[in-house]
């Protein structure tokens, strides 16, 4: 289904508005957008994010060989563990916000 701006720009509001609702007795919510699509999704979660939800919202962002997944890399060097991640790719393949358990990762990850 491809969507028009305004339903995929209400969608992503809506995205946003459930992340601060799942999350608001956090302190930090860590968006990664895998690239190159995902990036501009969490930077308008980013945005909408930051205008309900009080905590700290940082966003980094992913490459993955989609087609050969095994080494991911961020953007920059962060530690994971027990943290909030929201996880996004292109508006087509996002359904939800990926939840991430702490310390459980079946992926190298690898840090620029």
Known sequence: MILSKASADKKIRRMALEIAE???DKTEI???GIKENG?????KI???LKEVFSGAVKTLALSINKKAPGEIVLSED???KGRIIILADDVATV???????SG???IIIRHK
């Open 95 to 101: 359904a939800a916000p990926c939840y991430m358990p």
């Open 39 to 43: 990036i501009f999704i969490t930077a």
């Open 78 to 80: 962060t530690d994971l």
């Open 30 to 32: 860590i968006l990664i």
């Open 104 to 106: 459980h990762y079946s």
């Open 46 to 48: 980013e945005q909408y």
């Open 22 to 24: 799942r999350n608001s």
